[in-house]
């Protein structure tokens, strides 16, 4: 039972850290604590423009941008595909059919609703 929760637990971490989450997770922080701070000082419009306007970021926003440009992306290099087709020593030939078969044209939907249905239809029965 316990070590059913750590395997979740870890489990989370490992996919919210391979995702990247947690930056998002880590900005939200950096901005509640801004906006807390802002609010202080001023109204809360302008707590909440100076928090989001980017021209005042506080030192863990500071940190999480700069962590994240110096975060190794791994780029898996695109596999280049030729194809190449082996030389026969074989000629092709391709032949034109002689009699092609014209297939009349018409619309069975339009001639279905002339024809009279093969049975009587079922009648309803009632209990």
Known sequence: MVMDRVRNTLLIFVLVAGTGAHWGALQSVAWTRMLAENLRTASFADAVMRTFDGQHP????????????????????????KLEFPLTTQSLLLVAPTRFQLVPIGNEFVESLSRQPPTPPPRATSA
Do not use: G
Not at 66 to 76: I, P
């Open 58 to 81: 506080c030192s863990l926003c500071k940190v999480i941008a700069s962590a994240k440009k110096s975060e190794k992306r791994m780029e898996f290099p695109q596999p280049v595909i």
